[in-house]
C-alpha cells in the first residue's frame, strides 16, 4: 500500500486490537530492536576497540578475559559471526518447515559452543549476535527487517575505523537519507521530519482510538468542498 512512511513498518493491526497502552509497549519495543538490530554490533566493536573507558569496572576484567585470545579484531569476529547467522537463517528458510527450525536451533548451539571453545570468537560476540539477531526478527515487515540486515555491516565498518565517532556520523547519514526520501510525494520519515507534532499520536505512541479520528496531515487528505 502507498504511500507508506517508515513508521508505517513498525506498526501491526494487534496494536488496536488492544489497550493503548499495550500497544504503545509493544510499538516502543520494536522501534527500540530496530536500534538493537542495527547498532549494537557496532557498539561492541567500538568498545572493544577504542572505548574501554565506557565499561564498568566491574565488567572490565571479564570483558577483557574474554577477548584476549581472539586473534584477531572486533570486527573480523563480527563479520564472522554475522556471516555464520545469515548462512544458517537462509538454510532454515530453504528447508522444509520442520528441518529448517532444526537446522537453525542446533546448528546455532552447535557452531556458537564449538567456535567459543575453538578460540575463534568470544563469548561476548556470541551473546551480541544473538540479540542482534532476535532484535531482527520483531520487525512485522520482512522488507524492514532485510533492510535492517543489511544496515548493521556499514554502522560495523564505521564503528571499526572510528569508534563512536563512526557510528555517529554513520547515523547522521542514514538520518539525513530518510529525511530526504519521499513515498508518492509523502516523506517518508514524516511525522518527525517534517515535524507533525499532532500526527505523533501514531507513530512512538498508539494513542487512544477517540484520539485519531483525523488523517495524518502529511498525507495530505482531501478537503470536503463547503
Known amino acids: 500500500m502507498t504511500p507508506i512512511t517508515f513508521f508505517a513498518f513498525y506498526q501491526s493491526p494487534d496494536d488496536y486490537n488492544s489497550r493503548f497502552f499495550v500497544g504503545t509497549l509493544y510499538r516502543m519495543i520494536r522501534i527500540l530492536s530496530f536500534l538493537i538490530a542495527i547498532l549494537l ?3 561492541y566493536i567500538a568498545v572493544v576497540g577504542f572505548h574501554y573507558e565506557v565499561i564498568p569496572n566491574d565488567l572490565v576484567l571479564p570483558v577483557k578475559a574474554s577477548v584476549e585470545q581472539i586473534p584477531y579484531p572486533p570486527i573480523i569476529e563480527a563479520i564472522i559471526m554475522e556471516l555464520t547467522i545469515e548462512l544458517i537463517r537462509e538454510a532454515g528458510v530453504r528447508l522444509p518447515s520442520p528441518i529448517g527450525h532444526t537446522i537453525g536451533i542446533v546448528g546455532g548451539l552447535v557452531i556458537g559452543d564449538a567456535i ?9 560476540m556470541i551473546i551480541v549476535v544473538a540479540l542482534t539477531a532476535i532484535a531482527a526478527f520483531v520487525v512485522p515487515s520482512t522488507e524492514m527487517n532485510t533492510s535492517v540486515r543489511i544496515l548493521r555491516f556499514p554502522f560495523m ?6 569508534g563512536f565517532f563512526g557510528i555517529s556520523f554513520a547515523v547522521m547519514l542514514l538520518l539525513i537519507h530518510l529525511c530526504k526520501l519521499e513515498s508518492f510525494g509523502v516523506p517518508y520519515f514524516s511525522p518527525v521530519a517534517p515535524f507533525q507534532w499532532k500526527d505523533l499520536k501514531d507513530t512512538f505512541l498508539r494513542m487512544p482510538v477517540w484520539l485519531m479520528n483525523l488523517k495524518p496531515a502529511s498525507y495530505r487528505p482531501l478537503k470536503k468542498k463547503q
Open 116 to 124: 567459543v571453545t575453538a578460540g575463534l570468537v568470544s563469548n561476548v
Open 157 to 162: 565498518f564505521a564503528a571499526a575505523s572510528f
Open 41 to 43: 554490533p557496532a557498539i
